[in-house]
């Protein structure tokens, strides 16, 4: 039996396709864990979904998708439909708004997948078809039952996390520089943020799984660069001591290095340590802004101005590259707010600050305040949701109200700038960084460049 599972990205954007969708390859896993190694054959695919749907001819497609691409992932289930197969629909955009299941999708899968994928495939082997009267049985999905969609009881999230199996790398192109998840979930609320609802709480795969994840990456791979995608992977100290502790007495230890993600008010000077230890190179931080008042809307008042000029502080003494991301436009933030941050940024020693136009994704109290604004609903353009505002401002939505969308363009270019130059002086004060770095800084001076002059001095 053929399952064809596809990534509903744009594949040349770089960041969409800088890594492979390891979603996916823990669903193959499950599967594969369940029903043998070689009961289904499997493709993961994320360009040329036609040719790809008539070529491999699968009798089943899978489809993940992120709210901005949904108009993509609605596109690819008619091909599938049309040539009579049932497609299965999952990601974070489907369990946020499971009323958006299209006429095209017989069911979407709503939050965590491995155990719910392995209950559709054991119905639809059994019966070559997803009937809607035997999928009310099923927990955690939505599906069309009298001509409406329908939601199925909650499904209980997956304990403890090293049940699930590795994701099927063999499916999926693994570079020397890829990236893992040890954990699900983020402790935190911010207002912007979908993961964590989508999550709903945290959990954690063990040191032990963590560090035999990493053996294989780089037994089979030859992997050089990790990246934790976790939210939040240094929220437990404990397990994270025992990761340094394992991953020490691996004969790779100090060869291989690791970027993470972090929150500014839980890094201390002991956690700060124990990434060095682990041979952390850069650690990344959504500080969000450089006004009090903006970072209170966005974070809730659980973080400061301070926990952030601190945190890039300790990174630095312990020579860890400090990223940052940062965003603006917030519904009554003015522009003398947004300037603040523009000048942290300046001062506050990052290597990377990248800055994004806050964006209304469903699920978020942010979406529910657009919603309430008429802005956005359940039923319109996704890709007006696109992070991308730079290529794409012109159909963005703009939350704020009081600056005009031009002048939030005009205000989004200056950092962008100052960005470009980071990197520039970055690349300069790292020779080891020259041929990647001199390829980004190209990257990005061809995209300043498209609509504009550059004046780079301008910037600092």
């Known amino acids: 039996m053929k399952i064809l599972l596809i990534n509903a990205i744009d594949p ?18 499950s599967l594969r864990k369940h029903f043998g190694p070689d009961y289904f054959q499997f493709k993961i695919v994320d360009r040329d979904i036609e040719n790809e749907i008539a070529g491999f001819a699968p009798d089943l497609v899978g489809i993940t998708s992120v ?12 091909m599938a439909k049309a040539r009579g197969i049932p497609v299965i629909m999952g990601g974070i955009h489907i369990s946020m708004l499971p009323g958006s299941l299209s006429r095209d999708m017989t069911v979407g899968v709503i939050g965590e997948a491995e155990g719910t994928i392995v209950d559709l495939l054991k119905l639809f082997t059994q019966e070559k078809r997803l009937a809607p009267e035997r999928l009310s049985d099923i927990a955690g999905i939505v599906y069309w039952a009298g001509g409406q969609p329908a939601l199925t009881q909650k499904r209980q999230p997956i304990t403890p996390l090293d049940e ?7 499916l999926l192109a693994v570079g020397r520089n890829t990236y893992i998840f040890t954990s699900r979930g983020c402790p935190y609320r911010c207002v912007f943020c979908a ?11 063990s040191a032990e ?17 990790i990246n934790f995608y976790d939210d939040l992977m240094i929220a437990d100290k404990e397990r994270l001591k025992k990761i340094v502790k394992l991953l020490k ?7 291989v290095r690791f970027t993470a993600n972090a929150r500014a008010n839980v890094l201390t000077a002991e956690t700060v340590g124990l990434l060095k230890e682990m041979n952390v190179f850069s650690v990344g931080m959504g500080l969000e802004s450089g006004c009090r008042r903006s970072l209170k809307y966005l974070k809730g008042g659980s973080v400061t101005v301070e926990d952030n000029l601190k945190a890039i502080r300790l990174l630095k003494q312990h020579k860890i590259s400090p990223n940052a991301s940062f965003v603006i436009g917030s519904p009554d933030e003015t ?3 947004i300037l603040e941050t523009l000048d942290f940024i ?5 290597d990377i600050a990248d800055t994004y136009v806050l964006t209304p994704f469903p699920g978020t109290p942010v979406w529910e305040e657009a919603k309430g604004r008429g802005l956005v609903s359940d039923d319109m353009d996704w890709e007006r949701l696109s992070v991308s505002f730079y290529e794409k401002h012109d159909k963005a939505i703009i939350l704020s109200k009081t600056i005009s969308r031009e002048r939030l363009y005009q205000l989004f270019l200056r950092f962008k700038r100052l960005n470009t130059y980071l990197v520039i002086k970055k690349v300069f004060h790292h020779p080891s960084l020259m041929l990647s770095g001199l390829r980004r800084v190209v990257n990005m001076i061809k995209g300043l460049g498209k609509n504009e002059n550059i004046v780079l001095k301008s910037a600092v």
């Not at 709210?67 to 008619?78: F, I, L, S, V």
């Not at 007495?249 to 060869?255: E, I, K, N, T, V």
């Open 67 to 78: 709210t901005q691409n949904y108009n993509r992932a609605k596109n690819y289930a008619k």
């Open 209 to 225: 799984y963590v560090v035999s994840e990493i053996d294989d990456l780089v037994d089979k791979y030859k992997v050089e660069v």
């Open 249 to 255: 007495a691996r004969p790779y230890s100090g060869r």
């Open 335 to 337: 522009e003398a707010e």
């Open 164 to 170: 699930i199996p590795f994701p099927a790398r063999d």
């Open 346 to 350: 300046k001062k506050s020693g990052l």
């Open 12 to 29: 040349y954007a770089g960041v969409e396709g800088r890594y492979p969708p390891l979603g996916l390859g823990y669903l193959a896993a």
């Open 195 to 205: 993961s964590s609802r989508y999550w709903d709480k945290v959990r954690f795969f």
